[in-house]
């Protein structure tokens, strides 16, 4: 099984930035299409943001465009998520995920087999 471990979260500014780093295990990270997604209190988790396997394909949730960028090196078994221009809206634990292995890409939770511990983000307004 693939280990994901999420690092990089704290506490910023609101405008401020932040980049997380998620850190898997295993030798076959480079099949898996990669995610972030966050559960603020008393809230649902919700999607961020994939990546298929190769990189070539992104998505994000509508809340999160034009400020949040995922990326992946596979030679290092590292997913990245840069967060820019933070809201407070933004204030949740993130986890990073791998899909499903037949999944190019995931866009909901349920889409997602394996995941890390969750990295604290709170934004100050």
């Known amino acids: 099984q693939v280990q994901l471990v999420e690092s990089g979260g704290g506490l910023v500014q609101a405008g401020g930035s932040l980049r997380l780093s998620c850190a898997a295990s295993?030798?076959?990270?480079?099949?898996?299409?990669m995610g972030w997604l966050r559960q603020a209190p008393g809230k649902e988790r919700e999607f961020v943001a994939a990546?298929?396997?190769?990189?070539?394909?992104?998505y994000y949730a509508d809340s999160v465009k034009g400020r949040f960028t995922i990326s992946r090196d596979n030679a290092k078994n590292t997913v990245y998520l840069q967060m820019n221009s933070l809201k407070p809206e933004d204030t949740a634990v993130y986890y990073c995920?791998?899909?499903?292995?037949?999944?190019?890409?995931?866009?909901?939770?349920?889409?997602?087999?394996?995941w890390g511990q969750g990295t604290q983000v709170t934004v100050s307004s």
């Open positions: 990546i298929s396997w190769s990189g070539g394909t992104t």
């Open positions: 295993g030798r076959t990270f480079s099949l898996y299409a």
């Open positions: 995920a791998a899909a499903r292995i037949n999944l190019r890409i995931g866009v909901r939770p349920d889409e997602y087999a394996y």
